[in-house]
């Protein structure tokens, strides 16, 4: 059976760990917030309220998720109306309802844009462990650098071979770390990575070659 751990790393989307009723909790605890900070600071934001509630929605969004994020927006809309209002009650009046209208719609769009990005970070993390672990059960060596052709990662095979560990060369140039040589006139063979990044293709060396190690 897998464990909740693995479980996350082979799912598509991420497992929420905080309990639904915590996510809702942290929603209306949020604009409550909100609610005190604005009481606090009114005289210096009067009229506009909605910004401290914006922060809540967004915070409220990051923590819990899309629909604890939409209660918020719901709660401080209702909270911005009373706030707003000259007689400190719900107003239902047109500029009123446009008034609200317009800040619920900014709420949603806060929410949804903050919940969207949350997700696109865990998805990534998510991707980032599915390829660690990919490349590391693979038998042939494999080494993967970044766009400037610095080193991320090594599997097992690719440290035995070549005498670095994974910590060692992590983040040094490849072409500090793999080095081949022409077998015949033991010339150097430069260039092969940069093409490889450059062309986005597979380069086959056309003919035997000797890998360096570390110790040379």
Not at 91 to 102: M, Q, Y
Not at 208 to 215: A, E, F, H, Q
Request: include cysteine; charged fraction near 15%.
């Amino acid at each position: 059976m897998l464990s909740r751990r693995e479980l996350s790393i082979l799912l598509p989307f991420p497992i929420r760990r905080s309990r639904p009723l915590n996510r809702y909790a942290s929603a209306v605890g949020f604009t409550l917030l909100a609610c005190i900070g604005t009481y606090l600071i009114w005289p210096l934001i009067s009229p506009a309220v909605s910004l401290l509630f914006f922060v809540a929605v967004l915070f409220a969004s990051w923590y819990g998720g899309l629909r604890p994020g939409l209660l918020c927006c719901l709660l401080s809309t209702i909270t911005c109306n009373f706030f707003g209002h000259p007689s400190n009650s719900i107003g239902v009046g047109p500029d009123d309802l446009l008034r609200l209208s317009v800040f619920m719609l900014a709420a949603v769009c806060v929410n949804t844009l903050t919940f969207a990005r949350a997700q696109a970070e865990e998805m990534s993390k998510q991707i980032q462990k599915q390829l660690a672990v990919t490349l590391k059960s693979i038998g042939d060596a494999v080494i993967t650098t970044d766009a400037k052709a610095r080193v991320t990662s090594m599997n097992s095979v690719a440290q035995s071979l070549l005498g670095w560990t994974e910590v060692e060369a992590r983040g040094r140039l490849i072409r500090d770390v793999f080095q081949i040589l022409d077998e015949n006139s033991h010339e150097k063979i430069a260039g092969v990575v940069p093409r490889v990044i450059r062309d986005n293709a597979v380069i086959a060396l056309g003919s035997s070659v000797l890998l360096v190690t570390r110790d040379g």
